[in-house]
Protein backbone atom coordinates (compact mmCIF):
# COMPACT_ATOMS: atom_id res chain seq x y z
CA UNK A 1 0.00 0.00 0.00
CA UNK A 2 1.34 3.39 -0.82
CA UNK A 3 2.09 5.66 2.17
CA UNK A 4 3.44 8.63 2.84
CA UNK A 5 4.91 9.31 6.60
CA UNK A 6 5.85 12.78 7.93
CA UNK A 7 7.48 13.43 11.10
CA UNK A 8 7.29 15.28 13.29
CA UNK A 9 3.77 15.94 13.88
CA UNK A 10 4.43 18.92 15.26
CA UNK A 11 7.24 21.13 16.12
CA UNK A 12 7.61 24.64 17.99
CA UNK A 13 10.93 26.62 17.40
CA UNK A 14 11.99 30.54 17.96
CA UNK A 15 11.36 32.89 15.26
CA UNK A 16 14.86 32.94 13.48
CA UNK A 17 15.37 29.36 13.79
CA UNK A 18 16.36 26.85 10.93
CA UNK A 19 14.26 23.70 10.85
CA UNK A 20 14.10 20.47 9.06
CA UNK A 21 10.77 18.38 8.62
CA UNK A 22 10.94 14.43 7.63
CA UNK A 23 8.77 13.19 4.77
CA UNK A 24 9.39 8.82 4.00
CA UNK A 25 7.32 7.07 1.93
CA UNK A 26 6.79 3.82 0.20
CA UNK A 27 5.31 4.84 -3.17
CA UNK A 28 6.01 3.05 -6.24
CA UNK A 29 6.22 4.10 -9.13
CA UNK A 30 7.70 6.89 -8.34
CA UNK A 31 6.95 10.05 -9.87
CA UNK A 32 7.15 13.24 -8.46
CA UNK A 33 7.16 14.66 -4.69
CA UNK A 34 5.99 17.93 -3.41
CA UNK A 35 5.86 19.83 -0.43
CA UNK A 36 3.06 22.03 -0.26
CA UNK A 37 2.07 24.59 2.91
CA UNK A 38 -1.14 25.08 4.52
CA UNK A 39 -1.72 27.80 6.25
CA UNK A 40 -4.79 27.34 9.08
CA UNK A 41 -8.07 27.67 6.86
CA UNK A 42 -6.71 28.00 3.56
CA UNK A 43 -5.66 25.47 1.02
CA UNK A 44 -2.60 23.67 0.27
CA UNK A 45 0.45 25.88 -1.47
CA UNK A 46 3.06 24.30 -4.04
CA UNK A 47 6.11 25.17 -2.50
CA UNK A 48 8.46 22.56 -4.43
CA UNK A 49 8.46 19.62 -6.89
CA UNK A 50 11.11 17.29 -7.23
CA UNK A 51 11.84 14.46 -9.51
CA UNK A 52 13.04 11.08 -9.21
CA UNK A 53 16.35 13.18 -10.48
CA UNK A 54 16.67 16.19 -8.79
CA UNK A 55 18.09 16.07 -5.06
CA UNK A 56 17.99 19.22 -3.89
CA UNK A 57 15.36 22.34 -4.98
CA UNK A 58 15.28 25.85 -3.43
CA UNK A 59 12.27 27.90 -2.83
CA UNK A 60 13.58 30.94 -0.91
CA UNK A 61 14.43 29.89 2.68
CA UNK A 62 13.02 26.66 1.65
CA UNK A 63 14.85 23.95 0.50
CA UNK A 64 13.99 20.17 -0.24
CA UNK A 65 16.02 17.26 -0.63
CA UNK A 66 15.14 13.91 -2.03
CA UNK A 67 16.84 10.66 -2.12
CA UNK A 68 15.14 8.70 -3.75
CA UNK A 69 17.32 5.12 -3.28
CA UNK A 70 15.90 5.33 0.39
CA UNK A 71 12.35 7.05 -0.30
CA UNK A 72 13.45 10.03 2.23
CA UNK A 73 12.65 13.45 1.37
CA UNK A 74 13.27 16.90 3.98
CA UNK A 75 12.26 20.30 3.84
CA UNK A 76 14.59 22.61 5.35
CA UNK A 77 13.29 26.05 6.60
CA UNK A 78 16.10 28.65 6.65
CA UNK A 79 15.90 31.51 9.67
CA UNK A 80 12.35 30.87 10.27
CA UNK A 81 9.24 33.95 9.90
CA UNK A 82 6.56 33.82 12.36
CA UNK A 83 4.59 33.79 9.20
CA UNK A 84 6.42 30.28 8.33
CA UNK A 85 3.48 28.75 11.12
CA UNK A 86 1.77 26.71 8.92
CA UNK A 87 1.25 22.42 7.90
CA UNK A 88 3.64 21.05 5.69
CA UNK A 89 2.65 18.54 3.73
CA UNK A 90 4.88 15.90 1.55
CA UNK A 91 2.93 14.75 -1.18
CA UNK A 92 3.90 11.47 -3.74
CA UNK A 93 3.06 11.25 -6.95
CA UNK A 94 2.76 7.33 -8.47
CA UNK A 95 4.42 6.94 -11.84
CA UNK A 96 3.73 8.42 -15.14
CA UNK A 97 0.14 8.99 -16.12
CA UNK A 98 -0.81 8.70 -12.92
CA UNK A 99 -3.53 10.98 -11.05
CA UNK A 100 -2.91 9.01 -7.85
CA UNK A 101 -1.12 11.28 -4.97
CA UNK A 102 -0.57 10.26 -1.91
CA UNK A 103 -0.44 12.54 0.68
CA UNK A 104 1.29 12.34 4.60
CA UNK A 105 -0.78 13.95 7.55
CA UNK A 106 1.84 16.92 7.57
CA UNK A 107 4.02 18.34 10.22
CA UNK A 108 2.43 21.53 11.73
CA UNK A 109 4.83 24.10 12.52
CA UNK A 110 4.76 26.88 14.87
CA UNK A 111 6.92 29.74 14.92
CA UNK A 112 7.26 31.87 18.39
CA UNK A 113 8.57 34.98 19.05
CA UNK B 1 -5.66 35.94 -11.82
CA UNK B 2 -8.31 34.50 -8.78
CA UNK B 3 -7.33 31.12 -9.39
CA UNK B 4 -9.97 28.60 -8.13
CA UNK B 5 -12.46 30.02 -6.14
CA UNK B 6 -15.20 27.98 -4.04
CA UNK B 7 -18.60 28.84 -2.80
CA UNK B 8 -19.77 28.59 0.19
CA UNK B 9 -17.19 28.66 2.41
CA UNK B 10 -19.27 27.09 5.49
CA UNK B 11 -22.03 25.14 5.51
CA UNK B 12 -24.34 23.10 7.91
CA UNK B 13 -26.59 20.02 6.48
CA UNK B 14 -28.93 17.54 8.26
CA UNK B 15 -28.33 13.69 7.90
CA UNK B 16 -29.89 13.27 4.29
CA UNK B 17 -30.04 16.37 2.80
CA UNK B 18 -28.11 17.74 -0.58
CA UNK B 19 -26.53 20.17 -1.92
CA UNK B 20 -24.14 21.46 -4.35
CA UNK B 21 -20.18 22.64 -3.44
CA UNK B 22 -18.99 25.33 -6.62
CA UNK B 23 -15.77 25.52 -7.72
CA UNK B 24 -14.26 27.90 -10.72
CA UNK B 25 -10.56 27.97 -11.47
CA UNK B 26 -9.84 30.80 -14.33
CA UNK B 27 -6.22 29.47 -15.74
CA UNK B 28 -7.55 27.09 -18.30
CA UNK B 29 -6.44 24.20 -16.97
CA UNK B 30 -7.21 21.01 -17.82
CA UNK B 31 -7.49 18.98 -15.27
CA UNK B 32 -9.37 19.49 -12.14
CA UNK B 33 -9.95 17.55 -8.91
CA UNK B 34 -11.78 17.25 -5.93
CA UNK B 35 -10.33 16.31 -2.33
CA UNK B 36 -11.48 15.96 1.16
CA UNK B 37 -9.51 16.24 4.38
CA UNK B 38 -10.59 14.97 7.45
CA UNK B 39 -9.05 16.56 10.64
CA UNK B 40 -4.93 14.72 11.26
CA UNK B 41 -5.28 12.88 7.98
CA UNK B 42 -4.26 13.44 4.88
CA UNK B 43 -6.11 15.04 1.63
CA UNK B 44 -8.29 12.02 -0.24
CA UNK B 45 -8.71 12.56 -3.94
CA UNK B 46 -12.82 11.91 -4.38
CA UNK B 47 -13.02 12.64 -8.22
CA UNK B 48 -11.27 13.93 -10.70
CA UNK B 49 -10.89 15.34 -14.40
CA UNK B 50 -9.31 15.82 -17.73
CA UNK B 51 -11.54 18.36 -19.00
CA UNK B 52 -14.92 19.10 -20.28
CA UNK B 53 -17.17 16.34 -20.43
CA UNK B 54 -14.73 13.08 -18.76
CA UNK B 55 -14.47 12.61 -15.08
CA UNK B 56 -13.54 9.56 -12.95
CA UNK B 57 -13.40 8.15 -9.47
CA UNK B 58 -10.65 8.35 -6.84
CA UNK B 59 -10.01 6.82 -3.61
CA UNK B 60 -13.13 7.97 -1.98
CA UNK B 61 -16.19 8.58 -4.18
CA UNK B 62 -19.28 6.65 -2.86
CA UNK B 63 -21.66 9.67 -1.66
CA UNK B 64 -20.75 12.14 -4.41
CA UNK B 65 -21.43 13.15 -8.02
CA UNK B 66 -19.46 15.50 -10.07
CA UNK B 67 -20.04 16.99 -13.55
CA UNK B 68 -17.85 18.64 -16.33
CA UNK B 69 -19.20 21.01 -18.63
CA UNK B 70 -17.21 23.41 -19.16
CA UNK B 71 -13.48 23.89 -18.78
CA UNK B 72 -13.90 26.35 -15.68
CA UNK B 73 -16.61 24.63 -13.44
CA UNK B 74 -15.98 21.67 -11.66
CA UNK B 75 -19.07 21.34 -9.21
CA UNK B 76 -19.18 18.67 -6.38
CA UNK B 77 -22.85 16.93 -5.31
CA UNK B 78 -23.83 15.34 -2.47
CA UNK B 79 -27.01 13.49 -2.21
CA UNK B 80 -28.35 12.08 0.79
CA UNK B 81 -25.90 13.52 3.55
CA UNK B 82 -24.07 11.65 6.45
CA UNK B 83 -22.40 12.43 8.90
CA UNK B 84 -19.54 11.02 7.88
CA UNK B 85 -19.06 13.37 5.05
CA UNK B 86 -18.57 16.17 7.50
CA UNK B 87 -14.78 17.57 6.19
CA UNK B 88 -12.84 20.26 4.50
CA UNK B 89 -13.55 19.88 0.79
CA UNK B 90 -10.44 21.31 -1.54
CA UNK B 91 -11.12 21.91 -5.30
CA UNK B 92 -7.62 22.04 -7.33
CA UNK B 93 -7.09 22.75 -10.32
CA UNK B 94 -3.58 21.69 -12.78
CA UNK B 95 -2.80 22.32 -16.69
CA UNK B 96 -1.50 18.93 -17.06
CA UNK B 97 -1.82 15.44 -14.92
CA UNK B 98 1.67 15.71 -13.32
CA UNK B 99 2.06 19.13 -12.65
CA UNK B 100 1.72 21.73 -9.57
CA UNK B 101 -2.00 21.96 -8.04
CA UNK B 102 -3.52 25.13 -6.86
CA UNK B 103 -6.15 24.47 -4.42
CA UNK B 104 -9.15 26.50 -3.59
CA UNK B 105 -10.06 28.03 -0.13
CA UNK B 106 -11.65 25.03 0.80
CA UNK B 107 -15.49 24.30 2.38
CA UNK B 108 -16.25 23.22 5.86
CA UNK B 109 -19.19 21.10 5.57
CA UNK B 110 -20.89 19.84 8.94
CA UNK B 111 -23.29 17.47 8.71
CA UNK B 112 -25.77 16.77 11.71
Known amino acids: KNQVEQSPQSLIILEGKNCTLQ??????????LRWYKQDTGRGPVSLTIMTFSENTKSNGRYTATLDADTKQSSLHITASQLSDSASYIC????????????FGKGTKLSVIP | NAGVTQTPKFRILKIGQSMTLQCTQDMNHNYMYWYRQDPGMGLKLIYYSVGAGITDKGEVPNGYNVSRSTTEDFPLRLELAAPSQTSVYFC???????????FGPGTRLTVL
Open chain 2, 92 to 102: ASSPWLQDTQY
Open chain 1, 91 to 102: VVSGGAGSYQLT
Open chain 1, 23 to 32: CNYTVSPFSN
